[in-house]
Nanobody
Framework: EKQLVESGGGLVQAGGSLRLSCVAS????????IGWIRQASGKEREGVSS????????YYADSVKGRFTISRDNAKNTVVLQMNTLKPEDTAVYYC????????????????????WGQGTQVTVSS
């Protein structure tokens, strides 16, 4: 069974930091690009960041560039999203998801590109 399990969400004050982790199992991890997608209450899902299968290419939404950093450890089947200088508008449920692209350097940008999803972890940033 293919699984993605997120952890690390919580409540933090504006300006603070959180570190989200995603551990994958049940599939060959380096066949997939892995990304983070968030959904705020009443809003559509938004692609936040993603990491390619093998070559280290990354994507960041404009809203998080310079504040969030994605990293990947294929030996541990893990992707981490380090979130710094958090803002109230970052409040959302954050999902980890996997996409199997044709090319090893491809980075997904939209939520519609992903094949498998985790259950999500809540991030709340208070003002």
């Amino acid at each position: 069974e293919k699984q993605l399990v997120e952890s690390g969400g919580g409540l933090v004050q504006a300006g603070g930091s959180l570190r989200l982790s995603c551990v994958a199992s049940g599939f060959r991890f380096d066949d997939y690009a892995i990304g983070w997608i968030r959904q705020a209450s009443g809003k559509e899902r938004e692609g936040v960041s993603s990491f390619s299968r093998l070559d280290g290419s990354t994507y960041y939404a404009d809203s998080v560039k310079g504040r969030f950093t994605i990293s990947r450890d294929n030996a541990k089947n893990t992707v981490v999203l380090q979130m710094n200088t958090l803002k109230p508008e970052d409040t959302a449920v954050y999902y980890c998801a996997a996409d199997r692209p044709t090319y090893s350097d491809y980075v997904p940008r939209t939520p519609f590109e992903y094949d498998y999803w985790g259950q999500g972890t809540q991030v709340t940033v208070s003002s």
